[in-house]
């Protein structure tokens, strides 16, 4: 009877790339006796272990070091055997070793999958969007609060939500729902946009908030024509920083392409931090910018910075400035601290203690935005089957545009 392979999978759990170890994933998903699986016997056609011991024999949890031999190489490994349908495999993290082995495997009968179709197999999927979420964490902050959320926290929270009262589980769902913007920018950064008419110094100030030169700067209106994106994290959070062209009245074609894509920009933004040259006298456009930018609160506008820049030169205004800019200047670096302060203040007021659950992912939301729609429309038995569709991993029946993080009110 001819062994059977389509259960056996392997896929590669570090990023694909040059790095100093790379981890392999074997996972059976038949349910044979222990010792019976289909694991141990792809492991022994390729696994020496130093010990001699074969892989059923090895200790569950403690790392084995040996040898993957193969026609073309022999790599040294360590192999873990997590379970018994379980067992993961460090190299060296260069290709070279990970195509070894990985190639050596599918000789063996084993399925190559990407790494979240196989998680899927092996949890249920709303732990899988937990480990997927936690995946595109960018810095160490933000992975810290995704895995305490993947740690039980967030299934937790919403399997506690079953046994309330209605007038209790409506404070429970506004809570959550509180921090669902929160939530989804753990895996997208918080979007920036420095804005202003041209040649007030965004592209200078863009580069000095990275500490290195991405902008080109060149003293001459209109240099910036596209939006030009950068990442970087204040204070451990994500962030994208957009330096776009310098709004103003033009009959230039190819400008207006970049001023038109400088308000979209603005549009989408999550902050937008509007620069003021102050070493030049107020113009039109610079009042226009302040007047259309600093009543952002009866707009769709997010919060608005106002940065009175170049303040290393003479102050050459002219007009009072609106209440609460910040004077700064690239070249010296005074104030560009404080703002990366303000931007975090602004965006982030108030951090979520570790224990408290936050929906991590926009499905996540969209039920949670259900369950508290039905509940509040008295259809109880509708909003307790929301939560646990949320619960079960089942997709939202309306998703279909995929909507950002900007679409969560």
Request: with cysteine; proline share 6%; glycine share 6%.
């Amino acid at each position: 009877m001819p062994r059977p392979t389509l259960t056996l999978t392997a896929s590669l759990l570090t990023p694909p790339g040059r790095g100093a170890v790379a981890v392999v994933r074997l996972h059976d998903s038949s349910r044979l006796e222990p010792g019976q699986g289909l694991v141990a016997h792809a492991i022994d056609s390729c696994f020496a272990a130093v010990n001699g011991r074969p892989l059923s024999r090895q200790t569950t949890g403690k790392l084995c070091y040996g040898h993957w031999v193969t026609d073309l190489a022999r790599e040294d490994v360590v192999v873990c055997r997590i379970d018994e349908s379980t067992v993961e495999v460090s190299c060296h993290g260069g290709r070279a070793a990970v195509t070894r082995i990985l190639n050596s495997l599918k000789l063996a009968g084993v399925s190559i999958e990407d790494w979240q179709s196989q998680q899927a197999a092996i949890t249920s999927p709303f732990d899988a969007e937990l480990a997927d979420a936690l995946s595109q964490a960018t810095t160490i902050r933000t992975a810290a609060m995704l895995a305490d959320q993947a740690s039980g926290t967030l299934r937790n929270g919403l399997a506690a939500l079953l046994a309330l009262g209605p007038d209790e589980l409506a404070s429970r769902l506004d809570e959550l729902l509180t921090f669902a913007r929160f939530g989804l920018r753990l895996t997208q950064p918080w979007r920036v946009v420095l804005s202003g008419r041209p040649n007030v110094g965004k592209s200078t100030l863009i580069n000095a908030l990275l500490g290195y030169t991405r902008s080109i700067v060149f003293d001459q209106p209109g240099t910036t024509r596209d939006v030009v994106t950068a990442h970087t994290a204040f204070d451990g959070w994500p962030f994208q920083l957009a330096d776009t062209a310098g709004i103003r009245c033009t009959t230039d074609e190819l400008e207006q392409v970049g001023i038109d894509r400088a308000r979209r920009a603005v549009d989408s933004a999550d902050l937008i931090c509007l620069l003021l040259d102050t070493s030049q006298p107020a113009t039109q456009e610079d009042q226009d910018l302040v007047s259309e930018f600093n009543h952002s609160t009866t707009s769709s506008l997010g919060p608005v910075i106002v940065v009175a820049h170049k303040a290393d030169l003479p102050d050459q205004w002219g007009h009072p400035l609106p209440e609460h800019a910040l004077q700064i200047s690239s070249i010296t670096g005074d104030g560009v601290k404080d703002l990366m302060t303000r931007f975090v203040q602004a965006l982030i007021p108030h951090v979520p203690a570790a224990g408290v659950p936050i929906p991590v992912s926009q499905r996540q939301v969209q039920w949670l935005q259900k369950a508290r729609e039905e509940l509040a429309a008295g259809v109880i038995p509708q909003s307790v089957a929301a939560i646990k569709h949320c619960l079960t991993g089942t997709p939202f029946e309306c998703e279909t545009l995929h909507p950002t993080p900007a679409d969560v009110t």
